[in-house]
T-cell receptor, first 115, second 115 residues
């Protein structure tokens, strides 16, 4: 079945460091790929998405490129801030029995940024 | 409403008791999803509603779990005869339709602890 594997955390970086959180997926067909973020005390929210191969999703300085040849969707940011401290989930959309688009999530990566 | 809301935010119960979790989706969203997040793990899909009907119940872990939805509004997830392994955060999400690329908006979750 479809699945998502992401880098285990926790990841601790200093402010302004370069960030990469690896994510690879297994899927039949052509899923959409997502990164969700959960800030402390808040609900899960969509950070960025890509719907087809070679698409690049970007938001708040974060980027991820849908790589079909390597089945990857790595999250990157050039210069992290303390406010980026959160748990990040890689995910893919999976058509279920109907036209439903349930989301399959990775296990999450906790990111902590030191001032 | 402003966002997806869930209640209660925390629930502690004794093994063997029944619990009911509530989700209020964003007004106008026809699709509603329930997920479960066990400690240190990713989110598991439980069930999906399109309007009142549930075309995909594939994630419900046992017949102790059931869910219903009234109109295109409130949904309740019921767990009967709770077990300790049911302890988790239960997340609800809604989207405008159930289409593949429609963004799902998540509520803050209900943290269930079964003693």
């Amino acid at each position: 079945g479809n699945s998502v594997t992401q880098m285990e955390g926790p990841v601790t970086l200093s402010e302004e460091a370069f960030l990469t959180i690896n994510c690879t997926y297994t899927a039949t067909g052509y899923p959409s790929l997502f990164w969700y973020v959960q800030y402390p005390g808040e609900g899960l929210q969509l950070l960025l998405k890509a719907t087809k191969a070679d698409d690049k999703g970007s938001n708040k300085g974060f980027e991820a490129t849908y790589r079909k040849e390597t089945t990857s969707f790595h999250l990157e940011k050039g210069s992290v801030q303390v406010s980026d401290s959160a748990v990040y989930f890689c995910a893919l959309s999976d058509r279920g029995y109907s036209s439903a688009s349930k989301i399959i999530f990775g296990s999450g990566t906790r990111l902590s940024i030191r001032p | 409403g402003a966002g997806v809301s869930q209640s209660p935010s925390n629930k502690v119960t004794e093994k063997g008791k029944d619990v009911e979790l509530r989700c209020d989706p964003i007004s106008g969203h026809t699709a509603l999803y329930w997920y479960r997040q066990r400690l240190g793990q990713g989110l598991e899909f439980l069930i999906y509603f399109q309007g009142n009907s549930a075309p995909d119940k594939s994630g419900l872990p046992s017949d102790r779990f059931s869910a219903e939805r009234t109109g295109e509004s409130v949904s309740t997830l019921t767990i009967q005869r709770t077990q300790q392994e049911d302890s988790a955060v239960y997340l609800c999400a809604s989207s405008f339709t159930g289409g593949l690329n429609n963004e799902q908006f998540f509520g803050p979750g209900t943290r269930l602890t079964v003693l």
